[in-house]
């Protein structure tokens, strides 16, 4: 049986809104999940107040409370719930710029961030409001650095989830870090 398989079960029962499918999905993702999200904060500063764990919790939380619908198998559900990890990282950004305005941390280029994928390294708020510019441009590179960047994926795992071949994420990862260090270098 394709290991993927119980998880696409579960996500198209939570999809029909079927009791329990919520409790069955979790297990099955949940080390994906939190792997994405260690490799994504990394030994940065939002550890003291962001752990992985508790930013996977609040992903599947916000994605079972508020989108139980649409799911088109495992991988969808696995898309998403970057989605709502950057979302997360994002608002927690913002809050703490609101508290500290700006924080007085020296910030590392995109490209030095992203290529050793550090959150705290960057602007969270900037990058999030250049990315959606970039989804407007090209949606597959926003997803693309979505699934790198905030999902802490390899290539071959973006390559999968997004459907295409490891070549076009390197192409698109290539060309959206310099999209994006254009836009974020004028700022």
């Given at each position: 049986?394709?290991?993927?398989?119980?998880?696409?079960?579960?996500?198209?029962?939570?999809?029909?809104?079927?009791?329990?499918?919520?409790?069955?999905?979790?297990?099955?993702?949940?080390?994906?999940?939190?792997?994405?999200?260690?490799?994504?904060?990394?030994?940065?500063?939002?550890?003291?107040?962001?752990?992985?764990?508790?930013?996977?919790?609040?992903?599947?939380?916000?994605?079972?409370?508020?989108?139980?619908?649409?799911?088109?198998?495992?991988?969808?559900?696995?898309?998403?719930?970057?989605?709502?990890?950057?979302?997360?990282?994002v608002d927690h950004a913002r809050a703490r710029r609101s508290g500290k305005r700006g924080g007085g941390a020296a910030r590392l280029p995109l490209d030095e961030a992203v290529d050793s994928i550090e959150v705290d390294a960057i602007d969270l708020v900037a990058l999030d409001e250049a990315l959606g510019r970039l989804a407007a441009h090209d949606e597959r590179l926003a997803r693309t650095v979505e699934l790198r960047f905030f999902g802490g994926l390899t290539i071959e795992e973006t390559a999968r989830l997004l459907g295409v071949s490891t070549p076009t994420v390197e192409r698109d990862w290539r060309f959206a870090r310099s999209w994006l260090h254009e836009r974020l270098r004028t700022r």
């Open positions: 049986m394709d290991e993927a398989r119980p998880a696409t079960d579960a996500v198209r029962r939570l999809t029909a809104g079927e009791a329990g499918a919520a409790a069955d999905l979790f297990p099955l993702v949940y080390e994906e999940l939190r792997r994405a999200a260690q490799r994504v904060l990394g030994g940065g500063a939002d550890r003291q107040t962001l752990q992985p764990t508790a930013l996977v919790h609040e992903a599947y939380l916000r994605l079972v409370d508020h989108t139980l619908s649409g799911f088109e198998g495992r991988d969808h559900f696995v898309r998403t719930a970057v989605r709502a990890m950057r979302q997360i990282l």
